[in-house]
């Protein structure tokens, strides 16, 4: 069975620019979070989709933005990047229907220059 | 808001040692997971638990709901274990808040 895939792994961007992330779950994965990962904040949640809807939200400007596909993938999208937005980006998906635990993709490194 | 402390930040042991680390947080939950993230920023999840004991080959989890507590505890430790440990409560399978995490060096 597949993880949890996300693309690209590494990414450079300059200040300004707008970038998008890909996320693929786990087959019959429904729910897909986002989190992002610096060296002074540590790990810190964006949101969560479920079934195409948003269904949490971490406390992160509108810049940050995202939605979930009917086959459950997801992008999460930044504009306007600022340098501080250089991150380990990261999505987990899990079946909350069945209870299982979260499952980690390796992340995208996002560097903004 | 729920705060989450853990201790401590950074543990070096020696292989073969017993290592305990500990997750306390502010707000009652249902559950918490345990993950483990290696260097180049793979995360594992180790457990998800909310309740009692869980164990999973070395690695053995508990959580006192009533207490707002956890530990994960790493028994006969070897320079495989060394990584990040993060404990996060979650909102149903998903973590909201984390832990800063606590660096493991286990040195051969």
């Known amino acids: 069975k597949a993880g949890v895939t996300q693309t690209p792994r590494y990414l450079i961007k300059t200040r300004g620019q707008q970038v998008t992330l890909s996320c693929s779950p786990i087959s019959g994965h429904r729910s897909v979070s986002w989190y992002q990962q610096t060296p002074g904040q540590g790990l810190q949640f964006l949101f969560e989709?479920?079934?195409?809807?948003?269904?949490n939200k971490g406390n992160f400007p509108g810049r940050f933005s995202g939605r979930q596909f009917s086959n459950s993938r997801s992008e999460m999208n930044v504009s306007t990047l600022e340098l501080g937005d250089s991150a380990l980006y990261l999505c987990?998906?899990?079946?909350?229907?069945?209870?299982?635990?979260?499952?980690f993709g390796q992340g995208t490194r996002l560097t903004v220059v | 808001k729920n705060e989450v402390e853990q201790s401590p930040q950074n543990l070096t042991a020696q292989e073969g040692e017993f290592i305990t680390i500990n997750c306390s947080y502010s707000?009652?939950?249902?559950?918490l997971h345990w993950l483990q993230q290696h260097p180049g920023g793979g995360i594992v999840s180790l457990f998800m638990l909310s309740s009692g004991k869980k164990k999973h080959g070395r690695l053995i989890a508990t959580i006192n709901i009533q207490e707002k507590h956890s530990s994960l505890h790493i028994t006969a430790s070897h320079p495989r274990d060394s990584a990040v440990y993060i404990c996060a409560p979650p909102s149903g399978n998903t973590p909201l808040v984390f832990g800063k995490g606590t660096r493991l060096s286990v040195i051969a």
């Open positions: 987990a998906s899990s079946d909350p229907g069945r209870g299982t635990e979260a499952f």
């Open positions: 707000v009652g939950i249902s559950a």
């Open positions: 989709y479920f079934s195409e809807t948003q269904r």
